[in-house]
């Protein structure tokens, strides 16, 4: 078990993994975000590569917003959402699969829906869905991957996150908030923040003062703080970091 504020040790990932012969996969979530923490998931693929065991990347809200060079890597399973980073719309998630993991899987899922050897083996065989096919979602889906393209790709997506990630830190630092994780650690996607000292305030308050004028944030999930969280993703640019930043001032300053 691991602080919030911290990341998975990959040397102590490794000496579990030596001292438990029977543990045969390891599963990681690339970005939290409970705490907005990008975890190192390169350093913990190499130790368990190194052991022969299988490796499983939960990306769902990373993949298409950074760089996660899967085969070079050594994950084994990595998985995503059609909206997210993609920012498509929500109604399937997908999986990027070492070929020869997948073909071992055959005949071991314990769920009918869930079960992603016979999935592959449908989409093979005619390039269906095994059930209902979420044909808007993929429409979407597609669109999105062409304003990706249009975009610059990852890399130029990524710079527009870690860019919105960096004004908006800055920017609420001035006003007194500071952010939850520091420096190398901090994720593009999402940023939790510690409320101003001695705030007199509650969440609802300021999330209704902010929906009011056009923009949503989160409520904070970590146990040990009082906590809210701000995404940096999707239609999400320079203006809108600055305007809501406006609009939170505005809100702090009632306080004061």
Known sequence: QQDYDKVPDAEKIAELLDADPQITHVSMVHSETTSGILNDIQAVAKVVKERGRTFIVDAMSSFGGVEIPVGEWGIDFIVSSANKCIQGVPGFSFIIANKAKLMESKGKARSLSLDLYDQWETMNKDGKWRFTSPTHVVLAFSKALDELHIEGGIEARSKRYYDNNRLLIEKLEKMGVRPYIGGALQGPIITTFFYPDQHKF?????????????????????????????????????EDIEKLCEIMEAFFGQYK
């Open 202 to 238: 509650s969440f609802e308050e300021m999330y209704l003062y902010i929906k009011e004028r056009g923009y949503a944030i989160y409520p904070g999930k970590v146990t040990e703080a009082d906590t809210f969280r701000i995404g940096n993703i999707g239609e999400i640019y320079r």
